[in-house]
């Protein structure tokens, strides 16, 4: 634990921006669930069990068949995270001047796509974004808009959509299964795939089992199955429901596809047998995948995101609802409604939290959403959020009190509040690097 007052010095000197701080000045670190996780003792037992042969590893071949058994994908392309794998299918499927349509955006996804000269399209339902819309699958695509972009740019310049499961930027929100099956018998109709970010999926399997009826007794791991059955292919960032440190892949199921992206991987990651991981991270992220999607764990997993959501809905605070499934998200503008979106209140709000507990947890408003790559304008997202993102198996409920008190106390003092000024911006995903002062 630390003083307010070296709380104070420490983000100050990270530029108010939490991505900067040392983490040994965080208390309670709700930064990011990405590979924040805690292993189970088999995961930490198939460590041992590396395989570090340079070619045909043995942890491949394990890590092949969990993903083959579990999500479907008959190809496995291994990645050094979720980010390699975007790189290789933008890289191998867009074309100057195509669309990839999708459901909502997310940092690293669009600009990996813009990078390969496409342009990214949302076509997420309006209700994404609607803090306060209380629609249980605020991932569903809207196919209207969907279809209307088909009609606009024509089937030929989409490569495919892009499809989150579950929708990261809107708040952890869930696409429901009959969404994916009727995008399926639309995207057949004109030859489109689907690319799914399979980064939640178990946790969205996990909502549908919840909340969409006719799935009550089916196994989340037959929802997650299902999910993956509906789609072409898959990126992946296993340090999420994975629940691995490090780790990632593309799944496909079409052969030349893979021919492609398996001759790619060997520029950019490593060979096509660990794509940038140790074969001991390959054998943690096998027994990590069978484990992401039992029942049990994802009760307990998302129950706890709820526990601290249900907490801070009772002291009135302002979040994204319905609560999604890796974090609570706070909604910047309703609690700072005297700062403007040109003063980043997402940005000075993670830094508040900060300040008053030593609780970490980041930006997902407008400079997440950086700017237009056409008129360098920012751009303006309705959700002006802080994410309080909760890591795997690792914090007690007893944290979870201390961190809803923190925000209550920031919530009771919000007018105090003032924005903050951009002061460096670096030219990509600016929100990781940027620093701010204090108007
Ligand atoms: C929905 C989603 N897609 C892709 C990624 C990128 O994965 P990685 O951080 O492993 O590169 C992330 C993680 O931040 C994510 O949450």
Redesign the pocket.
């Known amino acids: 634990m630390t003083s307010r007052d070296h709380r104070e010095k420490a983000i100050k000197k990270a530029g108010f921006n939490t991505f900067l701080l040392q983490s040994k000045d965080v208390y309670i670190d709700l930064l990011t669930d990405?590979g924040t996780s805690a292993m189970s003792d088999r995961q930490w037992a198939g460590l041992m069990m590396g395989d570090e042969a340079y070619a045909g590893s043995r942890n491949f071949y394990h890590l092949e068949e969990a993903v083959q058994h579990f999500y479907g994908y008959k190809h496995l392309v291994p990645t050094h995270?979720?980010?390699g794998a975007?790189h290789i299918i933008s890289q191998i499927m867009i074309k100057e001047g195509d669309i990839i349509p999708g459901n909502m955006y997310?940092t690293?996804?669009k600009l990996h796509q813009e990078l390969a000269g496409g342009k990214f399209v949302d076509v997420i339902v309006e209700e994404a974004h609607d803090p306060d819309s209380l629609y249980p699958f605020k991932g569903d695509v809207d196919l209207d808009k969907l279809q209307a972009v088909i009609d606009e740019y024509g089937a030929d310049r989409i490569p495919y959509i892009a499809i989150?499961t579950t929708v990261?930027m809107a708040g952890g929100q869930p696409i429901s299964m009959k969404n994916m099956q009727e995008l399926r018998a639309l995207t057949d109709k004109y030859g489109i795939k689907i690319i799914h970010?399979m980064?939640r999926v178990a946790e969205n399997a996990f909502m549908i089992q919840q909340k969409e009826a006719g799935y009550q007794d089916k196994s989340v791991a037959e929802i997650t199955r299902a999910l993956c059955d509906l789609t072409d292919g898959a990126t992946m960032?296993a340090?999420?429901d994975a629940m691995v440190n490090i780790g990632?892949f593309l799944a496909l199921n079409d052969d030349k596809l893979f021919d492609e992206a398996r001759n790619m991987v060997v520029i950019f990651e490593g060979l096509h047998t660990y794509g940038g991981m140790a074969g001991r991270d390959m054998e943690a992220l096998a027994i990590g995948i069978a484990e992401s999607v039992q029942d049990d764990h994802m009760k307990a997993r998302v129950g706890q995101v709820h526990y601290l959501g249900n907490k801070l809905l009772e002291f009135g605070v302002p979040i994204v609802k319905p609560v999604g499934t890796h974090g609570i998200f706070l909604d910047a503008k309703a609690f700072l409604p005297h700062v403007a979106q040109d003063y980043f209140p997402a940005q000075v709000l993670a830094a508040e939290l900060y300040i008053d507990s030593g609780v970490r947890a980041m930006e997902r408003g407008i400079v997440s959403a950086g700017r237009n790559k056409e008129t360098g304008e920012h751009h303006y997202p309705k959700l002006e959020l802080v994410r309080l993102t909760i890591p795997r198996r690792v914090y007690t409920q007893a944290h979870m009190d201390v961190v809803a008190e923190s925000v209550g106390t920031v919530y009771e003092n919000r007018e105090k509040i003032n924005g903050l000024k951009m002061v460096y911006e670096p030219k990509y995903l600016r929100f990781f690097q940027a620093r701010f002062e204090k108007l």
Request: charged share 30%.
């Open positions: 990405s995270q979720g980010r975007e997310f690293t996804t989150a990261n970010d980064t960032s340090k999420k990632g």
